[in-house]
Antibody, heavy 119, light 107 residues
């Protein structure tokens, strides 16, 4: 059974930092590109970032470039998102999501983790 | 960035009716267009890949068509369990982008 389990969310003040983790099981993690996709309350889906299977390539949405860093540890089947300089507009449910490559459909989704940026 | 627009934003439909949702891309994306269903408080679920290819386990009443810039998701004989938001997604170019979504309500 495929499982993607996010953790690390919560309430943080504007300007603060947070690190999300996603532990994956049920598919060959190192062979998959991994994405973060977010969804603000009551809004649609927004792609945030992707990392290739071997960590050789990373890409970011303009809205988070320079503030967020995606990484992975294939020995731990774990994906990360380091979020710095957080803003109110970053408030959302963050989904960890797996795809065959970074030009492909998203096959696997986590359950999501809520990040709230507020004073 | 490739912008995806969807129509309608919202649709209220009677069971057994046919639903058609369109997605238009701001530039040609070939067939690199996918559809997802998201029910309240759930993660998105892949419904259709590469514009028209079916996904194992997805009911056959869901189908997709189109290429280039214009795409369609069709739900034949809508069922009550199909109440959800539907999103198109392009993977042709980075940044990947999603459409704004279409909410389907059951009357």
């Amino acid at each position: 059974e495929v499982q993607l389990v996010e953790s690390g969310g919560g309430l943080v003040q504007p300007g603060g930092s947070l690190r999300l983790s996603c532990v994956v099981s049920g598919f060959t993690f190192s062979s998959y590109a991994m994405n973060w996709v977010r969804q603000a309350p009551g809004r649609g889906l927004e792609w945030v970032s992707v990392i290739s299977g071997n960590s050789g390539s990373t890409y970011y949405a303009d809205s988070v470039k320079g503030r967020f860093t995606i990484s992975r540890d294939n020995s731990k089947n774990t994906l990360y998102l380091q979020m710095n300089s957080l803003r109110a507009g970053d408030t959302a449910v963050y989904y960890c999501a797996g795809a065959n490559n970074y030009y492909d459909k998203i096959d696997y989704w986590g359950q999501g983790i809520l990040v709230t940026v507020s004073s | 960035e490739i912008v995806l627009t969807q129509s309608p934003d919202f649709q209220s439909v009677t069971p057994k009716e046919k639903v058609t949702i369109t997605c238009r891309a701001s530039q040609s994306i070939g067939s690199n267009l996918h559809w997802y269903q998201q029910k309240p408080d759930q993660s998105p679920k892949l419904l259709i890949k590469y514009a028209s290819q079916s996904i194992s386990g997805v009911p056959s009443r869901f189908s997709g068509s189109g290429s280039g810039t214009d795409f369609t998701l069709t739900i034949n004989t809508l069922e009550a369990e199909d109440a959800a938001a539907y999103y198109c997604h392009q993977s042709s170019r980075l940044p990947q982008t999603f459409g704004p979504g279409t909410k389907v309500e059951i009357k």
